[in-house]
């Protein structure tokens, strides 16, 4: 089944801990993101990718890194997660840039 | 910077109510417009694509038409299952960059 899976689905955390979101898609698909969404502000670009290393800042990139060392994966880096870093996170992967994008189930972090 | 604006926030709906949900856009260059259904706690899923202006896409209850200014996402009798928040989404620029509205709730009542 094509899809984009990401892990964990959901993630309570402490502040400074660094952690890992993996995102992983079957679809040998060339360009991927990360968003996030929050309550009265929808969906905000944070990095994205359009081919293995090569990536680039969106619209909220600052507290993430990312990575894309293989075409598959693409995972977001917290390095000192933040209380405002709380969010519902997706992955999403286009075949090509100007066609649909597929997201992933979202994983919910919170950091207290 | 590019803009899109959805209307309205939420709408309510009787079972089989036609009804319209906008997204009205100011952008440079759209390359194209994107519809997405999202589910309580779920990624968004692809509706449709439009490219240009006049372009019109069907499926099911479901209708979606692209002016040089907004699109209209068209909902033909509506049944609860229709239930969810619908978003449209502009593509622009060479980063090939989707910037996203805030979204519509429709609920849909038996």
């Known amino acids: 089944e094509a899809q984009v899976t990401q892990n964990p689905r959901y993630l309570i955390t402490v502040t400074g801990k660094k952690l890992t979101v993996t995102c992983s898609q079957n679809?040998?698909?060339?360009?991927m993101s990360w968003y996030r969404q929050d309550p009265g502000l929808g969906l905000r670009q944070i990095y994205y990718?359009?081919?293995?290393?090569?990536?680039d800042k969106g619209d909220v990139p600052e507290g993430y890194k990312v990575s894309r060392k293989e075409k598959r994966n693409f995972p977001l880096i917290l390095e000192s997660p933040s209380p405002n870093q709380t969010s519902l996170y997706f992955c999403?992967?286009?075949?090509?840039?100007?066609?649909?994008?597929?997201f992933g189930q979202g994983t919910r972090l919170t950091v207290v | 910077e590019d803009q899109v604006t959805q209307s309205p926030e939420a709408l309510r709906l009787q079972e089989g109510e036609s009804s319209s949900l906008n997204c009205s856009y100011t952008?440079?260059?759209?390359?194209?417009l994107f519809w997405y259904r999202q589910d309580p706690g779920k990624g968004p899923e692809f509706l449709f694509t439009l490219y240009s202006a006049g372009e019109e896409k069907e499926k099911e209850r479901l209708k979606a038409t692209l002016t040089k200014k907004e699109s209209f996402l068209h909902i033909t009798a509506p049944k609860p299952e229709d239930s969810a928040t619908y978003l449209c989404?502009?593509?622009?620029?060479?980063?090939?960059?989707?910037?996203f509205g805030k979204g519509i709730t429709l609920s849909v009542r038996p």
């Open positions: 952008v440079s260059g759209l390359r194209g």
């Open positions: 989404a502009v593509l622009t620029g060479a980063n090939s960059k989707l910037t």
């Open positions: 999403a992967s286009r075949r090509i840039p100007n066609t649909e994008a597929f």
């Open positions: 990718s359009m081919n293995v290393e090569v990536t």
């Open positions: 679809m040998n698909h060339e360009y």
